[in-house]
């Protein structure tokens, strides 16, 4: 049964209509209002739930509806084509597509009665298609609660994540505009980082991101060319080493030997008394003799004066070999992120730089000692730190690495700073599919569909098996006998009647004794001819009629009083054992005919013992005065229900009772 139209959004009239507020719908429903309130949209509805199609859909692709089920089953425009819900309308749509007034009606499929194994087997595959209908609308129905729940989570993580993404700037539309549709392709795209661990990252890892994603790009900065060959110094300590070790033969004058620094001074003073050509000693003017001269040049040998010159060139090779990198500030101008790990790396570099320095210096002091001292071998040169050395082009590396990384985003920077949001996004989008449990409700979803499709592909073979069988089990004729047996009651003659054209695969509608087919029905003997054709469709194909949701729009259009409760006992009679009845009219002694039968069925509900709740209820639909105009259902006031304002215009019941013969029914 159906319990609720929860939802009609631009379908017709109804523009945004919602029945939270009225009362469910029971077994019988009577449903009240005027030309053009909407009552033929309604109908329309009822005719997509039978049709499992969204007919409104033609003239509006954005039309939605929702119709809730007693087994809490939902049936919205997308999930009809598998509803398994059967209901029958009469409406003009009914009329149009069954009956051309022109031409023909089409067949009327009865089981014949007689061929009792048939419709034994036909009963046992209805049985289970019906059953299997059933599973398949519950694991539709089931999929799209899954699906909403899914789309919901995907709608709230969206705006979690857009506000969670503004930290990282404005400019970027992608982010500005970011939705579920973005996150639902995202997560698909990226299924595999979003389900690893290692994707949600650590505050400082995320602060780190943040920083870098600024949209804020810098321009370009050198790398620093300095080297260190730390094998050279090896090779040079060694060198030293032995320089250092080493000393000119001569014939020394132990007194210069003994002190270096008079040594320095005589050494010098010959140079200049060479210059000079002076033959008195420029210091206390005595005369140098030969001999003096001798032992002096002796001491300073040819030999001597080229190892004094080594040791120079030593001490001006050592100073050249001193680290001077210049300024090293250029680490302000890199991108903030990698600020922090330049001024580690510059830090490490500069102490590395006064260590590798100092030893240096400390060899450079060795030759001195040794150029004022030729003859002293007592030296000990040690290694400047291997530690030193090698964490020097560590760090050098590194700061040149993060040079690289700096001018590679200066260079790329949308497509950089764009891979640094996307691990936000992939930060953000990971936490939120964990905490959800996304793929594990994607997955029941889709077996959910899967077990659906399944199902449905098992009825669809059953269906054409049924059908199969109903087409030899079905008789024409028969259908047309029993058509032709309620025009005659319904009408109170029987010059009208239906007869089987084979070559039309229809029915002709027939007048008189010669029995040709006319063509100048009145409105109301194709008003006749059309709801009774309707009601013996109902048995068509061995039907069960308390299976069936039966909806009548206004069977009684052109009816004088006596076929308006021809109409009314009609419809009683064989509506009565529905599932579900609703009917709708804009014809108020219809109306009251049908308000005083259900009314009546209410109070003897209420006055069994024990009483029954009530089964039958009222409604009317009602359109807005402004433009453009829009409809709603509504629960009927009291004094509808109750005839309490009933027109003078309207029939009374005994009147229209003594025009009929109700026992015919």
């Given at each position: 049964?159906?319990t609720k139209i929860k939802k009609l959004k631009?379908?017709?009239?109804?523009?945004?209509?919602?029945?939270?507020?009225?009362?469910?719908?029971?077994?019988?429903?009577?449903?009240?209002?005027?030309?053009?309130?909407?009552?033929?949209?309604?109908?329309?509805?009822?005719?997509?739930?039978?049709?499992?199609?969204?007919?409104?859909?033609?003239?509006?692709?954005?039309?939605?509806?929702?119709?809730?089920?007693?087994?809490?089953?939902?049936?919205?425009?997308?999930?009809?084509?598998?509803?398994?819900?059967?209901?029958?309308?009469?409406?003009?749509?009914?009329?149009?597509?069954?009956?051309?007034?022109?031409?023909?009606?089409?067949?009327?499929?009865?089981?014949?009665?007689?061929?009792?194994?048939?419709?034994?087997?036909?009963?046992?595959?209805?049985?289970?298609?019906?059953?299997?209908?059933?599973?398949?609308?519950?694991?539709?129905?089931?999929?799209?609660?899954?699906?909403?729940?899914?789309?919901?989570?995907?709608?709230?993580?969206?705006?979690?994540?857009?506000?969670?993404?503004?930290?990282?700037?404005?400019?970027?539309?992608?982010?500005?505009?970011?939705?579920?549709?973005?996150?639902?392709?995202?997560?698909?795209?990226?299924?595999?980082?979003?389900?690893?661990?290692?994707?949600?990252?650590?505050?400082?890892?995320?602060?780190?991101?943040?920083?870098?994603?600024?949209?804020?790009?810098?321009?370009?900065?050198?790398?620093?060319?300095?080297?260190?060959?730390?094998?050279?110094?090896?090779?040079?300590?060694?060198?030293?080493?032995?320089?250092?070790?080493?000393?000119?033969?001569?014939?020394?004058?132990?007194?210069?030997?003994?002190?270096?620094?008079?040594?320095?001074?005589?050494?010098?003073?010959?140079?200049?008394?060479?210059?000079?050509?002076?033959?008195?000693?420029?210091?206390?003017?005595?005369?140098?003799?030969?001999?003096?001269?001798?032992?002096?040049?002796?001491?300073?040998?040819?030999?001597?004066?080229?190892?004094?010159?080594?040791?120079?060139?030593?001490?001006?090779?050592?100073?050249?070999?001193?680290?001077?990198?210049?300024?090293?500030?250029?680490?302000?101008?890199?991108?903030?992120?990698?600020?922090?790990?330049?001024?580690?790396?510059?830090?490490?570099?500069?102490?590395?730089?006064?260590?590798?320095?100092?030893?240096?210096?400390?060899?450079?002091?060795?030759?001195?000692?040794?150029?004022?001292?030729?003859?002293?071998?007592?030296?000990?040169?040690?290694?400047?730190?291997?530690?030193?050395?090698?964490?020097?082009?560590?760090?050098?590396?590194?700061?040149?690495?993060?040079?690289?990384?700096?001018?590679?985003?200066?260079?790329?920077?949308?497509?950089?700073?764009?891979?640094?949001?996307?691990?936000?996004?992939?930060?953000?989008?990971?936490?939120?599919?964990?905490?959800?449990?996304?793929?594990?409700?994607?997955?029941?979803?889709?077996?959910?569909?899967?077990?659906?499709?399944?199902?449905?592909?098992?009825?669809?073979?059953?269906?054409?098996?049924?059908?199969?069988?109903?087409?030899?089990?079905?008789?024409?004729?028969?259908?047309?006998?029993?058509?032709?047996?309620?025009?005659?009651?319904?009408?109170?003659?029987?010059?009208?009647?239906?007869?089987?054209?084979?070559?039309?695969?229809?029915?002709?509608?027939?007048?008189?004794?010669?029995?040709?087919?006319?063509?100048?029905?009145?409105?109301?003997?194709?008003?006749?001819?059309?709801?009774?054709?309707?009601?013996?469709?109902?048995?068509?194909?061995?039907?069960?009629?308390?299976?069936?949701?039966?909806?009548?729009?206004?069977p009684i259009s052109s009816f004088d009083s006596?076929?308006?409760?021809?109409?009314?006992?009609?419809?009683?009679?064989?509506?009565?054992?529905?599932?579900?009845?609703?009917?709708?009219?804009?014809?108020?002694?219809?109306?009251?005919?049908?308000?005083?039968?259900?009314?009546?069925?209410?109070?003897?509900?209420?006055?069994?013992?024990?009483?029954?709740?009530?089964?039958?209820?009222?409604?009317?639909?009602?359109?807005?005065?402004?433009?453009?105009?829009?409809?709603?259902?509504?629960?009927?006031?009291?004094?509808?229900?109750?005839?309490?304002?009933?027109?003078?215009?309207?029939?009374?019941?005994?009147?229209?009772?003594?025009?009929?013969?109700?026992?015919?029914?």
């Open positions: 049964m159906i631009n379908f017709g009239i109804f523009r945004d209509y919602s029945g939270d507020n009225i009362q469910a719908f029971g077994k019988f429903n009577l449903i009240y209002g005027w030309n053009g309130s909407g009552k033929s949209t309604l109908s329309k509805l009822f005719e997509s739930l039978e049709k499992r199609k969204n007919l409104q859909a033609t003239a509006d692709a954005n039309c939605e509806f929702s119709v809730i089920l007693d087994s809490e089953v939902v049936i919205t425009e997308k999930t009809i084509p598998q509803s398994s819900t059967a209901v029958r309308t009469f409406n003009a749509g009914f009329i149009k597509e069954n009956i051309d007034w022109d031409s023909s009606v089409k067949s009327i499929l009865l089981v014949a009665k007689e061929k009792i194994d048939d419709r034994k087997v036909l009963e046992v595959l209805k049985s289970q298609q019906e059953a299997d209908l059933k599973s398949v609308e519950r694991s539709n129905n089931d999929a799209s609660k899954a699906t909403a729940e899914l789309q919901k989570f995907l709608t709230d993580s969206a705006k979690r994540t857009k506000t969670s993404l503004q930290i990282i700037g404005t400019e970027d539309n992608h982010y500005i505009n970011y939705n579920r549709t973005k996150l639902e392709s995202f997560i698909a795209s990226n299924s595999e980082a979003v389900r690893a661990p290692s994707s949600i990252l650590q505050d400082d890892e995320l602060l780190a991101l943040v920083v870098a994603a600024k949209p804020v790009s810098k321009p370009q900065i050198s790398s620093i060319t300095s080297s260190l060959d730390a094998a050279k110094l090896k090779d040079a300590q060694s060198r030293l080493q032995a320089l250092l070790k080493h000393t000119a033969t001569s014939i020394v004058l132990s007194r210069l030997k003994e002190n270096p620094d008079i040594q320095t001074w005589v050494q010098t003073g010959l140079a200049i008394h060479n210059d000079h050509k002076s033959e008195n000693c420029e210091f206390c003017g005595a005369m140098l003799t030969l001999s003096r001269l001798d032992e002096i040049n002796a001491h300073f040998s040819d030999e001597y004066r080229h190892f004094q010159s080594r040791l120079v060139s030593a001490e001006q090779w050592l100073r050249q070999q001193v680290l001077d990198l210049g300024d090293l500030s250029q680490g302000d101008q890199l991108y903030e992120e990698m600020q922090a790990e330049y001024a580690n790396a510059r830090d490490l570099v500069v102490t590395h730089v006064a260590t590798i320095n100092g030893g240096i210096a400390h060899w450079q002091e060795l030759l001195q000692e040794k150029i004022a001292d030729q003859f002293r071998i007592d030296f000990t040169v040690p290694s400047i730190d291997p530690a030193a050395c090698a964490g020097f082009d560590a760090a050098l590396e590194q700061m040149n690495k993060l040079t690289v990384r700096h001018n590679k985003k200066t260079e790329d920077f949308t497509k950089e700073t764009g891979a640094i949001k996307r691990k936000i996004e992939l930060h953000y989008a990971a936490i939120e599919v964990k905490a959800f449990g996304y793929f594990a409700k994607i997955q029941k979803r889709d077996a959910l569909s899967r077990q659906a499709s399944e199902i449905q592909s098992k009825a669809n073979a059953r269906q054409r098996e049924i059908l199969a069988l109903e087409a030899s089990l079905s008789n024409e004729v028969l259908g047309a006998e029993e058509f032709n047996k309620h025009l005659h009651i319904f009408l109170g003659r029987s010059d009208l009647c239906l007869r089987f054209n084979p070559q039309m695969l229809g029915y002709e509608i027939n007048r008189g004794t010669e029995q040709r087919h006319v063509k100048d029905l009145s409105e109301g003997e194709k008003t006749a001819i059309a709801f009774v054709y309707f009601i013996t469709k109902l048995s068509e194909g061995d039907n069960d009629l308390a299976k069936l949701i039966i909806v009548v729009d206004d006596n076929h308006l409760f021809h109409a009314y006992s009609y419809l009683r009679h064989h509506c009565t054992p529905a599932l579900q009845l609703f009917v709708l009219t804009h014809n108020f002694n219809f109306f009251k005919l049908v308000r005083d039968w259900l009314e009546g069925n209410n109070t003897n509900r209420k006055n069994r013992r024990p009483p029954r709740p009530a089964n039958s209820f009222f409604y009317t639909v009602e359109a807005s005065t402004s433009n453009p105009r829009k409809s709603t259902l509504k629960d009927a006031p009291k004094s509808l229900c109750s005839g309490q304002l009933i027109p003078d215009t309207v029939l009374s019941f005994s009147s229209a009772f003594a025009g009929a013969s109700p026992s015919l029914y």
